[in-house]
Nanobody, 123 residues
Framework: QVQLVESGGGLVQAGDSLRLSCAASGRTYAMAMGWFRQAPGKEREFVAGISWSGGSTSYADSVKGRFTISRDNAKNTVYLQMNSLKPEDTAVYYC?????????????????WGQGTQVSVSS
């Protein structure tokens, strides 16, 4: 069992930056991680993923060039650096883990989820 706790969300203005953190505990070895988000009235969508080693990352087209996912396995923590935020980035952001060294863009591939952190971007 893995526990995931997100932090770092908040209310910012368009163009600002935020860094989300996801602290993991439990059986985290060889676990790829992902960030997803869900806006009101919309389905949960993939944002970014990172392999266990950190050597492979993937991003949704909507955030490519603005967001960066990274991880520190010594601290069991995954980060999502979000720059140049836009109002359309407003959503609850979820951290997710899967029992594979490679990340996936599909939410069905992830077995462990955090409770989410709210990110709100005003125009």
């Amino acid at each position: 069992q893995v526990q995931l706790v997100e932090s770092g969300g908040g209310l910012v203005q368009a163009g600002d930056s935020l860094r989300l953190s996801c602290a993991a505990s439990g059986r985290t070895y060889a676990m790829a991680m992902g960030w997803f988000r869900q806006a009101p009235g919309k389905e949960r969508e993939f944002v970014a993923g990172i392999s266990w080693s950190g050597g492979s990352t993937s991003y949704a087209d909507s955030v490519k060039g603005r967001f960066t996912i990274s991880r520190d396995n010594a601290k069991n923590t995954v980060y999502l650096q979000m720059n140049s935020l836009k109002p359309e980035d407003t959503a609850v952001y979820y951290c997710a883990g899967r029992g594979s060294v490679l990340a996936s863009t599909s939410s069905d591939a992830y077995s462990d989820w955090g409770q989410g952190t709210q990110v709100s971007v005003s125009s």
